[in-house]
């Protein structure tokens, strides 16, 4: 089903015959009077990820940036960051601040907590190396003016640069830290993310490179499951959109109680298997982006289409963690006075949610486990001492009465979720 951004760009699009004008000149320039005749233009024109993106954009290769308060350039421009998780990082850990009463160390599930958490704990002074720092900078300003160049895909390998003249136009600065010899810029997000969107980092460093004599430094920095993942980053041309060089990831966490196999193989132990519930068997292999989704709706009863226009979820991926959290019981839906449907964490998804890190982690392993799709494959993984294969996994499933499973393409589908699961769950034990 299409979102109301879909349908309004789609109008937009044969109304102004976008596709032709970026055809012939290479990009088309919109303003807010024209946006606004089918939908605010604030809801229409920030797409934090690509999955964001309206459908007709997704289609073309497009994406649109802002020149004005009131004006945006669309283009085939290459306007975001892939973002990969190096596993050969580890998170360092950093003790609790005892001293600070307000601080809830089991309640970090906004963008704001997360960071304001990262700051008081030294996190922030600690990536800054160790130089003390200070919350500066931060909120909406306006960006001065300024021009640079971004590349623009012409053909399948061939790409241009396109100069772009930013003049007043808006932006957002999550925190800005200022050390004795830096100003780092933070972007900050409270799920993994599969790209960010460059803008979002490049306006405000080139509007405060030219205000501070220090070296500024744009941070993108993602909160997940209780851990903070700092991307530090350089422009290698202030001018140049796409010259971002990644300089270093470092990843921290508050106080962790480590997870063992010892606390694994108890809970597989004690689990008692439940009924299969009728609703559809998972099929999503990230784990990690479930216990997002989790934590975005601590705080928000949301709606698919906003989880799909906000957050780094594409309709699909919306779809699919839903159900996986309605088969483990810790998401419920509902429709609100407007009819809408929305989701919602259950009471025990909200009293799990709410606990430190090694609890939370086992309590959802349990609630996995209770599954004897998941108990089975894990146990016949630690007796085998290696991963089973999809074949094996296939033939666990067809002995657990499984719901609207028939076909062996399927089966073979959701085998992949299961094995993947196991592994996040013996992840985290090490």
Known sequence: MKSKNDLAWAKLFEKYNILDEIAQNGCYTINSKQINEFRESRLMTNFDHKTNLPQIF??????????????????????????????????VPVPKREDLESLDYNNIYSESAALNCAYASRIIQDVLGGEECWLTVSGRMSTKTFNFCISVKIQELEKKKREINVENSQCEIDGGFESETKLALIEAKNTKCEDFLIRQIYYPYRLWKERVSKKVVPIFMTFSNDVFSFFIYEFEEAENYNSLKLVEQRDYIIAPEPINLGDIKLILERAKIISEPEVPFPQADKFSRIIDLFGLLVENELSKEEITSNYD??????????????????????????????????????????????????????????????????????????????????????????????????????????????????????
């Open 58 to 91: 997704q289609e073309n290769n497009l994406s649109v940036l802002p020149l004005t308060r009131g004006s945006y350039v669309i283009a085939k421009f290459e306007a975001y960051q892939k973002v990969e998780y190096s596993k050969k990082v580890k998170a």
């Open 313 to 430: 979820f594409d309709k699909r991926q919306t779809d699919y963690y839903f159900n996986a959290g309605r088969y483990l019981e810790l998401i419920e839906k509902f429709k609100d006075e407007d009819n809408t449907i929305r989701v919602k964490l259950t009471k025990n998804g909200l009293k799990i949610m709410s606990l430190p890190h090694k609890e939370k982690n086992l309590a959802i392993v349990k609630q996995i486990l209770e599954h004897k799709p998941f108990k089975e494959t894990l146990k016949f993984y630690l007796k085998k001492s290696e991963p089973p294969t999809k074949d094996e996994v296939v033939n666990i499933m067809k002995q657990c009465k499984l719901y609207n499973i028939d076909a062996e393409t399927t089966y073979r589908r959701r085998a992949q979720t299961v094995l993947r699961w196991i592994e996040w769950i013996l992840d985290i034990s090490n």
